[in-house]
């Protein structure tokens, strides 16, 4: 197989780099969107070996923890007003972290010390974000070939936990959906009580009566309805709306 | 003013076992109770010093973060079997540990050099836990002259951001409420609809009516009604429940 070629002054850098950072520590942004119906999780598949992983990176040592995370949101979306919440630490001592990060150096033939800050033992710190698909710029970082929405349904072989990770974060957008209404970070500015609809029944993983759901969202007050949207046929077209 | 001894072995072998913890990382544990119809924290008062602080620890390399946490709650409560969830982590570059910690040593006239690793940037994971109040057999540490339970209608004045810590802690209470049941951690094994009652509105800080609090609660089927309870007055002795 040929390899492809990583930017190796840049991947240098990065092993170089452990000083600028706090130690032991990282973070992983599970980032959704939503589009054709489908709930999306946004992943790099590493080149030349065949595991994705979620987007993450490390704390500066003079730098919120919160400020670390819209960094790395920024550098994988292209996107600086995202919804971000911290919703758990990932710290159990036995995180494959080391192991997978000797198989990145080695396939693509790059030394680094045994101390390297990279093989040490990582507590991380989950994020997720709710971002407006459509406005995605997907970015792939030094280790990375490609940065792409993949669907949760059809998930692909994730490297470290990052399988658990994308689990309890989706587990805390179910039990956020209805408290804080969420799911409006997923949508255009605009959109149809069908679309709404079908964003919900798809976060949550079950039908959800039409009727029942379209009452109980205009009956909490946050809707505003607009125009109608044309379609062509007048009396078929929904009603768009936005969040107030 | 007289000083309160400090145990200077204990205080100094503290300060040079940083090696044995990950740097830059500890945990704060929001210990709830719930005893004469108030909700409590366990708290520590300093010695010699007029701030409490909530129990907390650090983490050792070798240890599974949650595995941290629990030890700090068996040092603290005595209990071992304690329910416990992480709600948030606290890393804001600019929280007050290092300036408070001087303070500390400077009270007790222990000297440290000033790259000691308390000194350094802590990043805090935030855990709560909910306990049955009067099992517990409150221990204060090397620094602290009290470890007590302290109404949350009444906090003293707090050490770094601990007050915050607390506020978070008690969101996440509130939210889990309803939804995961967690109050009956607080109660003893068995408790009168009453107290069930009040536990309620005193963690949400807004009175209940008391007949559709009841309905409701029953209606989860997660009850199991005792025996009456003694109390003399035979026809006025309320039911004992217990959690299923």
């Known amino acids: 197989m040929t390899l492809m070629d990583i930017d190796i002054e840049k991947a240098l850098h990065y092993l170089q780099s452990g000083d600028k950072y706090l130690p032991n520590l990282s973070l992983d942004c599970v980032i959704f969107g939503f589009h054709h119906n489908q709930l999306k999780v946004l992943l790099l598949k590493f ?10 990176g490390h704390i500066l040592k003079d730098e919120d923890i919160e400020v670390a995370a819209l960094r790395v949101l920024a550098e994988r979306t ?13 710290g159990n001592l036995h995180r494959e972290v080391k192991s997978f990060m000797h198989k990145v150096l080695e396939i693509n033939q790059l030394q680094a010390p045994l101390d390297c800050w990279l093989f040490q033992r990582f507590v991380s710190i989950g994020y997720y974000a709710l971002v407006d698909f459509s406005k995605v710029n997907p970015q792939p970082d030094t280790f990375s070939e490609v940065c792409d929405w993949v669907s949760l349904a059809d998930l692909p072989e994730l490297a470290f936990d990052h399988s658990e990770i994308i689990q309890k974060a989706l587990e805390t957008l179910r039990a956020s959906l209805d408290k804080k209404l969420v799911g409006f970070n997923l949508l255009p500015t605009t959109f149809t009580m069908s679309e709404l609809h079908k964003l919900y029944e ?33 009396n078929k077209a929904p009603y768009l709306y936005k969040f107030k």
Chains 1, 2 share one sequence.
């Open 47 to 56: 080149k030349n070996l065949d595991f994705w992983a979620l987007p993450g």
């Open 78 to 90: 292209g996107l600086t007003n995202i919804f971000l919440e911290q919703f758990s630490v990932f």
């Open 202 to 234: 798809t976060i949550l993983g079950t039908p959800l009566r039409r009727n029942n759901f379209q009452r109980k969202m205009l009956s909490l007050g946050i809707l505003e309805r607009l125009e109608k949207k044309f379609t062509g046929a007048a």
